[in-house]
C-alpha cells in the first residue's frame, strides 16, 4: 500500500502535537490539592481562632465562635474555595503550568488569600523560577511573627512546584 502525503502529514502533525505539553486539567489539579491542603489545614469540627477571624473544617471561615461541621461538609466548602481560588487565578496566568505547579500554587492561595496569591503572578508568568521561589517563601509570617509551620508549608509546596 502505498502512503498518500495525507497519511504522512497527518502522522507528522500527531508526532508534532505529542511534543507540546498541555495544560494541566482542573480535574487533575484538584485531585492533588484534595490531598496536599488537608496536610496542611488539619480538620478542626469546631470554630477556632485563626489570626483574623474564626475557621474551621480544613481553614475555611466559620460562622462564629460557636457550632460544628463535619468532615463531609468540610471538603465541600474546601473545594468550594479552591475552585473560587483557580477561577479566580486561572484568567491571570499566562505560562503553562503542569498539575503539581497549580496545586501548589492554590495552596498557597488557599492559605494566603487571592490578594498575596496576585503577587505571585507576574514571577509565575515571567518563567524565572528562582525569583519565583524566593518571593513565595517571604510569606512565613503570621500575627507579624515567623512561623515554623508556614516555613514548613512554604518549602513543600515549593517541592511539589518543581517535581
Given at each position: 500500500?502505498?502512503?498518500?502525503?495525507?497519511?504522512?502529514v497527518?502522522?507528522?502533525?500527531?508526532i508534532?502535537?505529542?511534543?507540546?505539553?498541555?495544560?494541566?486539567?482542573?480535574?487533575?489539579i484538584?485531585?492533588?490539592?484534595?490531598?496536599?491542603?488537608?496536610q496542611?489545614?488539619?480538620?478542626?469540627?469546631?470554630?477556632?481562632?485563626?489570626?483574623?477571624?474564626?475557621?474551621?473544617?480544613?481553614?475555611?471561615?466559620?460562622?462564629?465562635?460557636?457550632?460544628?461541621?463535619?468532615?463531609?461538609?468540610?471538603l465541600?466548602?474546601?473545594?468550594?474555595?479552591?475552585?473560587?481560588?483557580?477561577d479566580?487565578?486561572?484568567?491571570?496566568i499566562?505560562?503553562m503550568?503542569?498539575?503539581?505547579?497549580?496545586?501548589?500554587?492554590?495552596?498557597?492561595?488557599?492559605?494566603?488569600?487571592?490578594?498575596?496569591?496576585?503577587?505571585l503572578?507576574?514571577?509565575?508568568?515571567?518563567?524565572?523560577?528562582?525569583?519565583?521561589?524566593?518571593?513565595w517563601?517571604?510569606?512565613?509570617?503570621?500575627?507579624?511573627?515567623?512561623?515554623?509551620?508556614?516555613?514548613?508549608?512554604?518549602?513543600?509546596?515549593?517541592?511539589?512546584?518543581?517535581?
Amino acid at each position: 500500500m502505498k502512503a498518500t502525503p495525507y497519511i504522512i502529514v497527518g502522522i507528522a502533525a500527531l508526532i508534532v502535537l505529542a511534543m507540546i505539553p498541555s495544560q494541566a486539567s482542573a480535574a487533575e489539579i484538584f485531585a492533588i490539592t484534595d490531598q496536599i491542603v488537608p496536610q496542611f489545614e488539619s480538620f478542626s469540627a469546631h470554630p477556632y481562632w485563626d489570626e483574623k477571624r474564626y475557621s474551621w473544617g480544613y481553614g475555611t471561615p466559620a460562622p462564629g465562635a460557636t457550632g460544628t461541621i463535619t468532615r463531609e461538609q468540610a471538603l465541600v466548602e474546601m473545594r468550594a474555595h479552591r475552585r473560587a481560588d483557580y477561577d479566580y487565578l486561572r484568567p491571570l496566568i499566562t505560562r503553562m503550568l503542569n498539575a503539581k505547579q497549580w496545586a501548589a500554587y492554590l495552596s498557597f492561595a488557599y492559605n494566603e488569600g487571592d490578594g498575596n496569591a496576585d503577587n505571585l503572578v507576574d514571577d509565575i508568568n515571567a518563567g524565572d523560577d528562582a525569583v519565583l521561589e524566593v518571593h513565595w517563601k517571604k510569606y512565613i509570617y503570621a500575627g507579624g511573627v515567623v512561623k515554623s509551620y508556614l516555613i514548613d508549608r512554604r518549602n513543600k509546596e515549593w517541592q511539589l512546584w518543581i517535581s
